[in-house]
């Protein structure tokens, strides 16, 4: 392909709308455009002059399949405007919530939309129906640890989706503690089933390798989720309340998100779980580490379908760090952290499956909401999604139309993004100069 022009002008089947045009010349791409093309919302809008009570639960609508993730994100960022501390109780079922929503929804993404990829068909459905079938085996694999993960967040947190129990403060309701043995069963039980797609993904055959700079949260504790400061690759640490400080927001005006780079490096850079592993593997469990040794070898990696293994190796981490938690806490009744109001400014930054999730929360005496800002990880990550594109068509180019479209499908999948909500949704429409 000497020169032309690949327009996509919307991909159906995604959450959300999003497209792609890519502009050739001489066989050099002079031009390439990711377009998310509704992702304004309004919710940051939505909550001022709202009382803080009601905000975490309202903001955690803004995703459906991460909406844990939105919901702590806002519950830290008021909690830090009114300077409540909660208690040890309260952390560690956050702690276990976060564990459920790993793996139910690094599950969603590697075996429904990611698998079909690995098996060179199309669809889930497409997989034989035959029981001694590899394919078929990781998919029943894929139903009983979504599953579980979904069964442990409805036992903490009263839902897998917009959950209702944890609040500012604490949570409304204390799990039933009597279910913990049955669910540590079932989490010894699934950890084969977790190794084979561990295995699976490990194997996948593609490369994408660019020198990206990679942002995660890092605790010196444990491999973290929901504490710690922002550290990239190259060392610099970053307190969770001057993150925004250190973001370089870029208008893309061909988009409804904005971009951002790194203000220290002006580069581009990858949150999600490549970065969380690449920066923090010397954190993993004990018994994480021992049972996939073979795997972690590839890490840090470049590779950006390393981040589907890297998912794979979070729902075992998920599932380990979930057993010692049930077998280690003493759930006492416990009210949630109450205090009178009082203005402030809090920011909360937790790990989202997809990458590191901001919220900040102004708040006035009164209790309301004056001001909030949201920065989700696919709006961070896409410029890192064109650059990795455009590496791609530049090396590429000699291949024909389609199989451009399905490996152009397979690289946006292996950040999954939030509008990745299908198998194959990439419609090229190929326009000759």
């Known amino acids: 392909m000497h020169s032309g022009e690949i327009t996509i002008e919307s991909i159906s089947k995604i959450e959300g709308t ?86 139910r929804d690094h599950a969603l993404h590697l075996y429904f939309f990611v698998l079909p990829d690995l098996l060179g068909i199309d669809s889930i459905l497409d997989i034989p129906d035959d029981h001694d079938d590899w394919g078929h085996q990781l998919l029943h694999d894929s ?42 069963k079932r989490l010894e039980e699934i950890r084969p089933a977790v190794l084979r ?29 929901l504490e710690g400061d922002v550290l990239n690759t190259d060392g610099k640490r970053v307190p969770e309340s001057e993150f925004r400080s250190f ?33 923090n593997k010397d954190k993993l469990r004990a018994e994480t580490k021992e049972q996939v040794s073979q795997y972690l070898e590839v890490f840090p990696s470049n590779n950006v379908y390393h981040n589907n293994l890297a998912q794979a190796i979070e729902i075992l ?21 109450k205090k009178p109001y009082q203005a402030g400014v809090g920011v909360g930054v937790v790990e989202a499956p997809r990458g590191i999730l901001y919220h900040m929360a102004e708040v006035d005496e009164s209790g309301k909401i004056t001001d909030y800002d949201v920065i989700v990880p696919t709006a961070q990550n896409q410029i890192n999604i064109e650059n ?40 090229i429409d190929w326009i000759r100069k």
Do not use: W
């Open 388 to 427: 990795d594109l455009k590496k791609y068509f530049n090396e590429n180019l000699d291949k024909g139309e389609e199989e451009l479209r399905l490996d152009a499908e397979k690289i946006i999948r292996a950040y999954d993004p939030c509008m990745s909500c299908a198998t194959n949704f990439l419609k």
């Open 317 to 337: 981490e998920a599932v380990n760090d979930a057993i010692y938690l049930m077998n280690s806490v003493n759930v006492t009744d416990e009210k949630p952290v």
């Open 143 to 184: 139903f009983d640890i979504k599953q579980l993960g979904t069964d442990i967040s409805n036992l903490i947190a009263g839902a897998a989706i917009h959950a209702p129990m944890p609040t500012i403060g604490g949570f409304l309701k204390m799990p039933d503690v009597s279910k913990f043995p049955e669910l540590i």
């Open 247 to 279: 973001l370089k927001s870029v208008v893309i005006p061909y988009s409804q998100a904005e971009g951002y780079t790194f203000s220290d490096t002006h580069e581009d850079y990858l949150v999600g779980s490549l970065a969380r592993i690449n920066l």
């Open 18 to 103: 999003a497209g792609l045009k890519v502009t050739v010349e001489d066989n050099v791409v002079k031009d390439l455009k990711f377009i998310i093309k509704d992702y304004r919302r309004f919710y940051t809008q939505a909550v001022k002059g709202k009382p803080i009570i009601s905000v975490p639960s309202f903001l955690s609508r803004i995703c459906g399949t991460c909406s844990v993730a939105h919901l702590f994100a806002a519950i830290e960022a008021i909690e830090k405007s009114q300077g409540i501390a909660p208690s040890k109780q309260t952390m560690t079922l956050r702690r276990l919530t976060y564990d459920a929503l790993m793996i």
């Open 197 to 225: 797609g561990i295995d699976a993904f490990f194997k996948m055959p593609d490369v994408l390798d660019r020198n990206s700079d990679y942002l995660a949260l890092r605790s010196e504790d444990r491999y973290e989720y």
